[in-house]
C-alpha cells in the first residue's frame, strides 16, 4: 500500500488523459468557421475534422484497454501521451484540410490509448468502494469540464491575431500540457500487473476498426453527396462486418482465448441499458455543442471569443452541478440524474420559442446556465449508473467498451444532427430554421434517455439490497 500513498497525485495525473483527449473533442467547435476559410474545406471536410478524431477514439479504445492489460498500464499510458502530442503537433502544421482530417484521426487512435488506462487505474488505486466511486465521479466531472473549457478555448484561440493563425493554437496547447503530463507520469504512476500470458487480438481490432470506419465515414461523406450507391453498400458492409466480429470473438471465448471484447459482459443488463442510454445522451451532448457554436456564429452573428464567453458561463454552471451530482446521487439514487434530464428537455423548449435570428443577452444568460446546470447533473454520473454492477475482473474491458460506445455516439451524432444542420442550412441559408430542426432532434434523443433511466436500477436500491 505504501507505494499507492500518493494514489490522489496519480489519479490527477491520470486524469490529463479525459482533460486532454475530451477537450480536443470540443475545441474544434468553435474554430471551425476559421479553419473552413483557412484551409478551403467544404462542409463535410469540416464535420471529418471532428468525426474522424472521434472515429479514431472509439474504434481503438478497446484496443486501448486491452493493450493496458496485456503490456502494462503505465507504459501504454506514456506512449499515448507522447503520440498524442506529436500528432497534436501536425494538425497545428496541416497545410490543407486532407491533412489536418489524417492528422486528426491518428490524435484520437492515440488519445485511444490513453484515455482507458485513467479508468483502469482507478480499480487498482482505490480498492475501497467509497473512495473508487469518489474517484470515477472526477472522472466524469473532468469529461464534463474539458467539453466546456475545449469550447472556451476554441473561441479564445481562433479570435487571437498573432504571427500565425489563431486556429492553430488549439492543437499547439497540448505540447506544454502533454509534456508535464508526461514527466509526472513517467515519475509517479505505479507499474501495473502484465498479463503476459494473453495474446493480443489483431484480428478483434482489425475487424471492430473496420467496421466502425464503414459506418462512419458514409454518414459523414455520403451526405454531402447525396447519399450515393457506395454509402449505402459501405453501411450495409458495416453491418456485416460487425456479426463477423461479434461472431469471431465468440469463437475466441469458446476456444478460452482472449478476444477483444469480451461478449460475456452483454449478459449484465444495467450495462446493456447505461450503453443505450449514453449513446442517446452523447449524440445530443456533442452535437449541440457543434451545431450552437455555429448558430451563434452564422446565425446570431457572434464572435467566436463572444460564444466562447457564452460557453464558459454555460460551463460553470455545469461544473458546479457535476460536484453537486456526486452527492445528489449518493443521497437520493438516481432522481437527481432524471432531474437533470427533464430541466434539459424544458430548457431545449424554451429554445424553440426564443431563440431566433435574434435573442436577447437577458434570454442567453438564463438559457444556456440552466442547460449546463442540467448535464452537470447528468454526465458525471453515467460511468457510475453504466459500470456499478459489472464485476470486478471485466472492469477494465467495461471501461474501454463505455469509451468507445461513447465517443461512437459522439461521432454519430455529429453526422446526423450535426448533418441535419448543415443540410438545411446550406438548402435554405436559414441558420435558424436549422437550428431548431436540431433542436427537435436533441429533444428527441433527451426523451429516449429519460424513458431508459426508468428501468435501470437506483443506486440506493442496490445500497440497500447490498
Avoid at 471536410?45 to 484496443?63: D, H, K, N, P
Avoid at 484521426?105 to 469518489?134: C, D, H, I, N, W
Avoid at 474491458?397 to 444532427?417: F, H, K, M, R
Amino acid at each position: 500500500m505504501a507505494q499507492n500513498s500518493n494514489r490522489w497525485l496519480q489519479h490527477l495525473i491520470l486524469l490529463t488523459a479525459p482533460l486532454l483527449t475530451v477537450i480536443d473533442v470540443f475545441i474544434v467547435n468553435i474554430a471551425i468557421p476559421s479553419i473552413k476559410q483557412s484551409l478551403n474545406a467544404s462542409d463535410s471536410e469540416v464535420e471529418l475534422v471532428i468525426a474522424f478524431y472521434l472515429l479514431g477514439y472509439a474504434s481503438f479504445m478497446v484496443t486501448g484497454s486491452r493493450a493496458g492489460d496485456i503490456f502494462g498500464r503505465k507504459k501504454i499510458f506514456l506512449w499515448g501521451m507522447f503520440l498524442f502530442v506529436l500528432t497534436s503537433c501536425l494538425c497545428g502544421m496541416a497545410t490543407s484540410a486532407e491533412m489536418l482530417i489524417a492528422a486528426r484521426f491518428f490524435q484520437g487512435v492515440s488519445g485511444a490509448f490513453m484515455m482507458p488506462q485513467a479508468l483502469a487505474y482507478v480499480q487498482v488505486l482505490f480498492p475501497e468502494p467509497q473512495e473508487r466511486t469518489k474517484a470515477i465521479g472526477y472522472v466524469g466531472i473532468t469529461l464534463g469540464t474539458a467539453s466546456v473549457l475545449g469550447q472556451f478555448l476554441g473561441g479564445y484561440f481562433s479570435s487571437l491575431q498573432t504571427f500565425i493563425e489563431g486556429w492553430r493554437f488549439i492543437f499547439f496547447i497540448n505540447l506544454p500540457i502533454g509534456i508535464i503530463a508526461f514527466a509526472a507520469a513517467k515519475k509517479y504512476l505505479i507499474n501495473t500487473k502484465l498479463n503476459s500470458e494473453e495474446k493480443f487480438d489483431y484480428s478483434g481490432v482489425v475487424l471492430f476498426t473496420l467496421a466502425l470506419g464503414s459506418l462512419i465515414y458514409p454518414l459523414t461523406e455520403g451526405r454531402e453527396k447525396g447519399y450515393p450507391l457506395w454509402s449505402v453498400a459501405m453501411i450495409a458492409f458495416s453491418l456485416i462486418l460487425f456479426y463477423i466480429f461479434i461472431v469471431n470473438q465468440k469463437k475466441k471465448l469458446q476456444k478460452k482465448q482472449h478476444p477483444l471484447m469480451d461478449i460475456r459482459l452483454f449478459k449484465i443488463r444495467d450495462f446493456n441499458l447505461g450503453l443505450v442510454l449514453l449513446t442517446f445522451y452523447f449524440a445530443m451532448h456533442t452535437s449541440y455543442l457543434l451545431v450552437s457554436t455555429i448558430y451563434f456564429q452564422n446565425g446570431l452573428h457572434l464572435t467566436s471569443f463572444q460564444t466562447g464567453i457564452y460557453f464558459a458561463i454555460w460551463g460553470s454552471c455545469f461544473t458546479v452541478a457535476s460536484f453537486l451530482s456526486i452527492r445528489l446521487v449518493n443521497a437520493y439514487g438516481k432522481r437527481p440524474i432524471q432531474f437533470g434530464v427533464a430541466l434539459m428537455i424544458l430548457v431545449y423548449l424554451h429554445q424553440l420559442i426564443y431563440f431566433d435570428s435574434e435573442v436577447s443577452q437577458i434570454t442567453l444568460l438564463t438559457n444556456l446556465p440552466l442547460l449546463g446546470f442540467g448535464g452537470g447533473l447528468v454526465l458525471p454520473s453515467l460511468i457510475n449508473l453504466t459500470l456499478k454492477n459489472v464485476p470486478p475482473q471485466f472492469v477494465g474491458i467495461a471501461s474501454g467498451t463505455y469509451n468507445t460506445a461513447q465517443q461512437t455516439a459522439s461521432s454519430l451524432g455529429i453526422c446526423l444532427i450535426g448533418g441535419l444542420f448543415f443540410s438545411i442550412s446550406k438548402a435554405t441559408n436559414d441558420f435558424v430554421s436549422a437550428y431548431h430542426y436540431s433542436v427537435y432532434a436533441e429533444i428527441f434523443c433527451l426523451l429516449i434517455a429519460f424513458v431508459i433511466l426508468y428501468f435501470i436500477e437506483d443506486f440506493k436500491k442496490k445500497k440497500v439490497t447490498a
